[in-house]
């Protein structure tokens, strides 16, 4: 006869479904600056290695949508012809000019992509 107190699978309740959504919206909770992982997986009820798992599905793409998916933005190009803009000195080729409400961005020659990407990142939060 088995004398364990240990409860056994059946014992316990059964193991909650998450939708996609669901895990995804814990996943995004875990990217935000200062976010900790155990902190957002308990809050939610969820094992913080079970939060780890769906991290690497959502960085694959596998958890539904694009991971950090990148919105399009509207594009205008310029002609540097108009006598307003006459007096601005035309950017050297390879120049890259962003506005996102009140930050600007200059980027000029090569860019790196790596530190580029983080920049916008920054920006989109």
Same mark, same amino acid.
């Given at each position: ?5 240990? #409860?056994?699978?059946?014992? =316990?309740? #059964? ?5 996609? %959504? ?11 600056? /200062?976010?900790?992982? $155990?902190?957002?997986?308990? $809050? !939610? &009820?969820? !094992?913080? !290695?079970? +939060? ?8 694959? &793409?596998? *958890? &539904? @949508?694009?991971? &950090?998916?990148?919105? =399009? *933005? #509207? ?15 035309? #950017?050297?080729? /390879? ?5 996102? /409400?009140?930050?600007?961005?200059? +980027?000029? @020659?090569? $860019?790196? %992509? +790596?530190? =580029? ?7 989109? $939060?």
């Amino acid at each position: 006869m088995d004398t364990s107190t240990e #409860p056994t699978r059946s014992s =316990l309740q #059964p193991r909650k479904q998450r939708s996609v %959504a669901e895990k995804r919206r814990i996943v995004e909770e875990t990217l935000a600056a /200062g976010a900790s992982v $155990a902190r957002v997986a308990r $809050a !939610n &009820g969820v !094992n913080a !290695n079970q +939060v780890f798992q769906w991290r690497r599905l959502y960085q694959a &793409g596998r *958890l &539904g @949508g694009t991971p &950090g998916a990148i919105k =399009l *933005l #509207p594009v205008t190009v310029e002609s540097s012809s108009s006598a307003a803009e006459a007096s601005v000195p035309t #950017p050297p080729a /390879g120049t890259i000019h962003i506005k996102l /409400g009140q930050a600007q961005i200059r +980027v000029e @020659g090569h $860019a790196d %992509a +790596v530190l =580029l990407r983080m920049v916008l990142e920054s920006l989109r $939060a």
